[in-house]
Nanobody
Framework: VQLQASGGGLVQPGGSLRLSCVTS????????IAWFRQAPGKEREFVGG????????EYAASVKGRFTMSRDNAKNTVFLQMNSLNPEDTAVYYC?????????????????WGQGTQVTVSS
């Protein structure tokens, strides 16, 4: 099983990034996918999630309206479009896959994790 997150980098406040999570080794269509993030000295927190079909998404209040998740089940890939970034969004972003119907905000509900990609928002 592999989840390969990419797309992070350094961006100025107000800028945008698009993260990708390419997966392999499991039946992608059977898994809900979520993004979590962890800033230095802080706990890992839920950012957003998407259900198996892609028909439902949920977001943390701190990113709602700025971040958008989507998935391409034909390519076993999930995306996180991040707009209007601010310094508080600086963190390592992880994608995670859970064998479940619904989206969970609890990281312990996810079976597989990617290695993370660093997002830094700074002028």
């Amino acid at each position: 099983v592999q989840l390969q997150a990419s797309g992070g980098g350094l961006v100025q406040p107000g800028g945008s990034l698009r993260l990708s999570c390419v997966t392999s080794g499991f039946t992608f269509d059977d898994y809900a996918i979520a993004w979590f993030r962890q800033a230095p000295g802080k706990e890992r927190e839920f950012v957003g999630g998407i259900n198996r079909s892609g028909g439902r998404t949920e977001y943390a209040a701190s990113v709602k309206g700025r971040f958008t998740m989507s998935r391409d089940n034909a390519k076993n890939t999930v995306f996180l479009q991040m707009n209007s970034l601010n310094p508080e969004d600086t963190a390592v972003y992880y994608c995670a896959a859970g064998d479940r119907f619904t989206i969970s905000r609890d990281p312990t509900e996810y079976d597989y994790w990617g290695q993370g990609t660093q997002v830094t928002v700074s002028s």
